[in-house]
């Protein structure tokens, strides 16, 4: 499927991925996009059946439990034109290790190819597919933002964001220095490797503080809720959020480990 198949000024038919974590522990981010696509002229479904994309079994070895997960996501996903999900993680998993997983297979291997081409992360969707050059919203304040791994390297997500964060009224933007540099996350890693991870993410948050932003913001929920705990820990008053959140104007929900 070609990425100029539709115009941006046409009705586009997506289905988002919500992802586990957006859905677990912070829907107000699938909130938000269905709110940021459905502004940019997309038709917007959200299949019930999903599940995860298998990047845990993925990152783990567990081959075999990761192709079933992802022959049942590519069977859910199969009817709609595009795939969006909230999350550069879980978009990379499906764009870029789908078609790898199925390589040689003949059954399923042309079906993850075709599945794969219609992946994309959510912001990189609104800017390079639908065009959106501007949002809808305003959030006083200050952010910076944190460039999550797989996104980035990945998928190539950097000025996208950075350009509509640049569209909110009353939102003025820092850079983060060493924005690029990983928080310490990587889904298992931190669980395998836990002195190294918090060692990582003690710098971020060293970063984050030296900012003097109000906001840290970032693509992926489990960089952020990673790097809001420690920032909490350490008794830094940083409202964490998902752009998302931000872009849609959705910020009445408390931040990432804010109380209701």
């Known amino acids: 499927m070609s990425e100029t198949t539709v115009p941006a000024n046409a009705e586009a038919d997506v289905a988002l991925f919500v992802t586990c974590l957006v859905d677990l522990f912070r829907p107000s981010v699938g909130f938000a996009a269905i709110k ?14 999903q599940t ?9 070895g567990d081959r075999d439990d990761t192709k079933a997960i992802a022959r049942q996501v590519i069977e859910t996903f199969e ?12 978009g990379a998993m499906l764009k870029k290790h789908y078609p ?7 059954q399923w291997e042309t079906r993850a190819k075709a599945f794969s ?10 800017a390079d597919i639908r065009g959106v050059t501007a949002v ?15 996104g980035l390297r990945e998928l190539g997500i950097h000025d996208q964001p950075r350009k509509l964060l640049g569209s909110v009224k009353g939102l003025t933007l820092t850079e983060l220095e060493d924005a690029d540099v990983c928080c310490g996350f990587g889904g298992t890693f931190c669980i395998k490797y ?10 971020k948050a060293k970063r984050v503080k030296a900012s003097g932003a109000d906001m840290l913001l970032a693509g992926d929920l489990g960089c952020l809720m990673n790097m809001d705990g420690k920032l909490k820990r350490e008794g830094t008053q940083v409202a964490v959020r998902h752009v998302a959140e931000v872009l849609a104007g959705m910020t009445d929900t408390p931040p990432i480990g804010g109380k209701l």
Do not use: M, W
Request: glycine letters at 6%; aromatic letters at 10%.
């Open 36 to 49: 940021l696509l459905e502004d940019a002229g997309c038709r917007v479904s959200v299949p019930t059946n």
């Open 52 to 60: 995860c994309c298998g990047q845990p079994a993925y990152n783990s």
């Open 79 to 90: 009817p709609y034109q595009y795939v969006v999900a909230p999350s550069g993680s879980c």
């Open 100 to 106: 790898e997983l199925f390589a040689g297979d003949p």
């Open 117 to 126: 081409d219609k992946v994309f992360e959510l912001v990189s969707f609104l």
């Open 136 to 150: 809808d919203a305003a959030v006083p304040g200050s952010a910076t933002y944190h460039d999550s791994c797989s």
């Open 194 to 203: 836990p002195d190294v991870s918090n060692a990582i993410v003690t710098k």
